[in-house]
Nanobody, 124 residues
Framework: VQLQAYGGGLVQAGDSLSLSCAASEHTLNSYTVGWFRQAPGKEREFVAASAVQNMRTYYGDSVKGRFTISRDKAKNTVNLQMNSLKPEDTAVYYC??????????????????WGQGTLVTVSS
């Protein structure tokens, strides 16, 4: 499964931005899809996931209430709507697909496929 994340850019604090994750040749409907981010000098951080087992969504504590993950089955994409962006949201954002169990949905090592990442920069 080849994933491509896109939609990043430079925005100001308080702005919104939407990222998308697209898959070529395979449907994302068979996978849990997660968004992760990595800022310079920091470990990869779980942002959000849409679980294939129960179709529920999960969020990292730092983005709860501001970010929303959703699937567009017709377009075979998984989107991340980011609102009320903060400078600390600045990072390279990656989408990933896999079949982690729910209790470990935030662990990046359990995702098989990764996109190339898209940079989000939030200025203060």
């Amino acid at each position: 499964v080849q994933l491509q994340a896109y939609g990043g850019g430079l925005v100001q604090a308080g702005d919104s931005l939407s990222l998308s994750c697209a898959a070529s040749e395979h449907t994302l409907n068979s996978y849990t899809v997660g968004w992760f981010r990595q800022a310079p000098g920091k470990e990869r951080e779980f942002v959000a996931a849409s679980a294939v087992q129960n179709m529920r969504t999960y969020y990292g504590d730092s983005v709860k209430g501001r970010f929303t993950i959703s699937r567009d089955k017709a377009k075979n994409t998984v989107n991340l709507q980011m609102n009320s962006l903060k400078p600390e949201d600045t990072a390279v954002y990656y989408c990933a697909a896999g079949r982690p169990i729910i209790s470990e949905i935030s662990r990046p090592l359990l995702y098989y496929y990764w996109g190339q990442g898209t940079l989000v920069t939030v200025s203060s």
